[in-house]
């Protein structure tokens, strides 16, 4: 059994411009997830959900004490190809829903160590004592030209391409998703969320909301932000600490939920 847990708060809105949810998000004690669908005919919603139904399901193996941590990872890069598949199989069957992709962000806790499994442009942070880092890196045309040096930040908050993403879950097989191993600090605090976000707020945004103490209430400031600056996207939120005790009932959010 896992010595450390997550103690998770999450929520998922709308937001003021689209008219449905395309994020889905999983919460459970040792494994959390965002996916922030793309796709018309209410195609993102259906990748959304089918990344994080697959977790889901596959938790309780992620999680048993009986597989090693070599295993662990075999998985979860597997669950990636499992999603993907999926997304294929939807795509071939529904014509209107050919196109259709998700992002996936994701951590999974056992025993001394957190893993990130990350594919697209939803993010994680994770703020130690008063520093924020975000851990994960966008897989988007703008993220590669920021590290090649070949435009500033200004260029890039106002570049075209901004929105397009050089790696999702698209059903064509073509994936090839970061993970990343953490040790597990007593004190630490993660954030997983779509880029209805971290889009729309700054770093010093996010860090004030993540520095109040009561989650819920840390993910209504940063939900409220967003609307404030109008919102154009959906956004989920999922605010995680580390406990020793497992407190959080597993659930789905957003179009998971719906």
Known sequence: MSAHFFETSGRSAIGLVRQGNEDSGFVSAQLIAVAD????????EVASRIAVEVLQTLTPTLISPEIDEDSVEDLLMHSLHSIDAEISVVAEEEIDKRGMGTTLTALLIRDKYISLLH???????????????????????????????????????????????????????DVTPVLQMYEVK?????????????????????????KKSDKDEAIKFLIDATYVNGAPDNVTVLIADISDTSTTSPSLLGAAHD
């Open 186 to 210: 007593k004190g630490d605090r993660y954030l997983l969320c779509s880029d209805g976000l971290s889009g729309v707020l700054t770093d010093k945004e996010i860090k004030a909301g993540l």
């Open 119 to 173: 594919v697209g442009d939803s993010r994680c942070y994770r703020l130690r004592g008063n520093t924020l880092e975000q851990l994960s890196n966008d897989h988007t045309v703008i993220q590669e030209l920021l590290d090649q040096g070949a435009i500033s930040l200004a260029e890039a908050a106002e570049h075209p391409q901004r929105s397009m993403l050089t790696q999702a879950l698209r059903g064509d097989g």
């Open 37 to 44: 669908g793309m796709g018309g005919h209410a195609a993102g």
